[in-house]
């Protein structure tokens, strides 16, 4: 079956520019993760939603980065103003979202290079 | 969040069984350990779970013991393409709506020689 999606799979921007990030989860999976990814580190936690709210957004590093999923499916992480320090690759996940230990399935990833 | 600690690297030859250890000194009661493996431009990848003693599946073991503070992956007769970074994890898990919040630490880079 279908895993979790990401586009585009590369972005190349310019400082101050805004992007949008997208995540396809699997379909009925109702939990979805994001996370940042800098070289040679392990994946940072941003945000975390159940359905279409955001349960827990604690990792996110400012207010420049937003995320959204108003129909509990595709979300959408929004960074504002970028700048170079937002290069890194940005994750998305999806679980069950059931009861249980869940299994976080992992997208490819989106790279970001902000010049 | 309870941290993690592991080795930052292994070489290992093809075939021979590898083992990465992980502690986790201060891992709480309803923390399970999961360990992830990720290649190069790809996403992580669930390798196997578990709470305590000892827990199998295809692809590895993950044997915990009884104080929980610690944990080893062991990978049977690796091949090249186990080649992978492996991140140990441990997670507060909230049953109400299974989300369980986990943190990466840089993870164990695992090189297979030929």
């Known amino acids: 079956g279908a895993g979790v999606s990401q586009t585009p799979s590369n972005k190349v921007t310019e400082k101050g520019k805004y992007v949008e990030l997208r995540c396809d989860p699997i379909?009925?999976?109702?939990?979805l993760y994001w996370y940042r990814q800098s070289l040679g580190q392990g994946p940072e936690f941003l945000i975390y939603f159940q359905g279409t709210g955001a349960a827990d957004d604690s990792g996110l590093p400012n207010d420049r980065f937003f995320a959204v999923r108003p129909e509990g499916s595709v979300s959408t992480l929004k960074i504002q103003r970028t700048e170079r320090g937002d290069s890194a690759v940005y994750l998305c996940a999806s679980s069950l979202g059931a009861g249980g230990p869940n299994e976080q399935f992992f997208g490819p990833g989106t790279r970001l290079t902000v010049l | 969040l309870a941290k993690t600690t592991q080795p930052i690297s292994m070489d290992s030859y093809e075939g021979q069984e590898v083992n990465i250890t992980c502690s986790h000194n201060?891992?709480?009661?309803?923390?399970?350990i999961t360990w992830y493996q990720q290649f190069p431009s790809q996403g992580p990848r669930f390798i196997i779970q578990g709470y305590k003693t000892k827990v199998t599946n295809e692809v590895a073991s993950l044997f915990i013991p009884a104080d929980r503070k610690s944990s080893t992956l062991s990978l049977p007769r690796v091949s090249l393409s186990d080649t992978a970074v492996y991140y140990c994890l441990v997670g507060d898990l909230l049953y109400s709506g299974g989300y369980q919040k986990v943190t990466f630490g840089t993870g164990t880079k695992l090189q297979v020689i030929p």
């Open positions: 379909s009925g999976h109702t939990a």
């Open positions: 201060n891992i709480a009661t309803n923390d399970y």
